[in-house]
């Protein structure tokens, strides 16, 4: 049990103080989003957003367009994986840096290897590429203060 959030407790620096390397990866919203059902229209998207986003939705739909129904369909993908994943890993390395003493290091893998996707469109690299992410968290685990040198690289 946590005596508070895990954001309060970030906040006020009572984490547990132990170097750090949140991330995301490219497309990772369509890990999720391909399950929903029925699929986004660039109607139900449109209100979705302005529902959750209020006065801030004409901002966020400049971002992520819902024009065509290809368009909503790769948009709710995006902000998915966004709102998930990419900002709350986002938030945690910052509050880690302000609040903690341990490094922090964050990721951002942008990669999409030229390989056919499985499950049928999903992108992401960590649901397609085991033994990057694997070597990569074994390098950090290792020795978190070592420059992380492990890229993929298509050549």
Known sequence: MLPASA?????????????????????????????????????????????????HADAILKVYPADTPEQAKASFAALLGDQLISYPSWLLHTLQAKTGKAPTYCYSFEVRPPAPSYPPNVRALSSRDKTLMTTGWRQFALNSSAALKWVWSPN
């Open 7 to 55: 954001l309060e407790l970030l906040e006020k620096g009572r984490q547990n103080d132990a170097p750090l390397l949140p991330g995301s990866n490219a497309d990772e919203g369509t890990l999720f989003a391909n399950r929903v059902q029925p699929e986004p229209t660039p109607a139900s998207f449109t209100d979705q957003v302005r529902t959750f986003f209020g006065s």
